[in-house]
């Protein structure tokens, strides 16, 4: 069942992205965002990528989930209903708890940290889903062939 109770949710990842129980009253001048959650490995390769690529500016707020060993980028609303890259999930927040104020002190999910908080990320309030999902293939692949090498000299 999804949190609403409406119906199944489909996921590629490895782990499950957890409710909001708790969302806080929306901010002011805040827009909605929905959130795509990545294991923390390829979710750092992906934003060395993105950070290395033409345009650095292209990488969005991104939070760090310690005890779930994941990543979160922040991407536009309505990501969430194409979503499909495999081992990641997007959470929709149809507007309810995830939003992107134009500066956060804290973090808006309990026991996560800004790894690139919104406020550092010169004025890109989200991350492009189209560039996201090249850079997680390309972090994806590298990860795959250290792995492959690592193997192999055993």
Known sequence: MDIN??????TTARHRPTPDLGSPPPSAGASPCDLVTV???????AVDILRRAAAPAAVGPVLHDGPCDTLGFLVPPGTAAAW??????????NG????????VAEPPLSGSGWLLPPDAVDAVPVTDPAVLRVALGEAARLIEAADGITEAGR
């Open 96 to 103: 309810r708890g995830l939003r992107v104020p134009g500066v």
């Open 84 to 93: 499909d890259v495999p081992g990641s999930a997007c959470t929709e927040t």
């Open 39 to 45: 294991p923390a490995r390829q979710g750092l390769e």
């Open 5 to 10: 109770g409406t119906g199944t949710t489909t």
